[in-house]
C-alpha cells in the first residue's frame, strides 16, 4: 500500500470492516511468510497471522499514525511469534520440524532451514524480515523496539551462526 495505510487505518480505528479486510488482504501474504520462516510450519505460521491481525483491530485504537502501518503488522507479528516460541520451551517441546514439502525439495533448501533453527530467535526475526521482507536497519529496529547497533550486531550474528552450521 503507501501513503494510504494511514487513512485505512483511521478508518480501522472507527471500526470499518472493510477497511480491515482491505489491510488484511494486502498484508496477510507477507506477514504469513514472515511467521513461517520464524515459526516452521503452515498451521502455527496461519495462527499467528490470525491473532496478530485479531491484535491490529483490537488494539487499533494504539496506532501512531506517524508509524509505517507495515512497521507496526510486523512488530505485532513478531511479538506473536515470540510468544508461541516461549510457549514451545514452557511446555518442554521441541520446535516442531519444517513441514513436508514435495520430495524433490533441494538438499540445500532443507540444509538452510535446518541452520536457520540454530540460530537464536531474534537473530533470525531480524534475518527473515531483512532477507526476505527487505526491511532497512532503521525499519527493523523500529519493528523490534531495539537500536540500529543491535539490529547489525545481531544479523551479523545470525549469519556467522548461519555460515558455521552450512560448512
Same mark, same amino acid.
Given at each position: ?29 507477507? %506477514? ?44 505485532? %507479528? ?90
Amino acid at each position: 500500500m503507501g501513503p494510504d495505510d494511514g487513512a485505512l487505518m483511521e478508518r480501522v480505528r472507527r471500526g470499518d470492516q472493510a477497511a480491515f479486510a482491505a489491510l488484511v488482504g494486502h498484508y496477510q501474504d507477507r %506477514l504469513f511468510t514472515v511467521a513461517h520462516r520464524l515459526l516452521g510450519n503452515r498451521a502455527d505460521a496461519e495462527d499467528a497471522v490470525q491473532r496478530a491481525f485479531l491484535n491490529c483491530y483490537l488494539k487499533s485504537d494504539h496506532y501512531e499514525p506517524r508509524w509505517q502501518v507495515s512497521t507496526w503488522l510486523y512488530r505485532i %507479528l513478531t511479538n506473536v511469534c515470540v510468544d508461541e516460541l516461549r510457549r514451545r520451551r514452557i511446555v518442554g517441546s521441541a520446535v516442531r520440524p519444517p513441514d513436508e514439502g514435495p520430495t524433490d525439495k533441494p538438499v540445500q533448501h532443507l540444509d538452510f532451514r535446518r541452520a536457520l533453527e540454530r540460530v537464536p530467535t531474534e537473530a533470525r526475526m531480524l534475518l527473515t524480515l531483512r532477507y526476505v521482507d527487505g526491511l532497512s536497519y532503521g525499519e527493523l529496529a523500529r519493528v523490534r523496539g531495539i537500536s540500529i547497533n543491535t539490529v547489525k550486531s545481531q544479523l551479523a550474528r545470525g549469519k556467522a551462526i548461519l555460515r558455521k552450521v552450512l560448512r
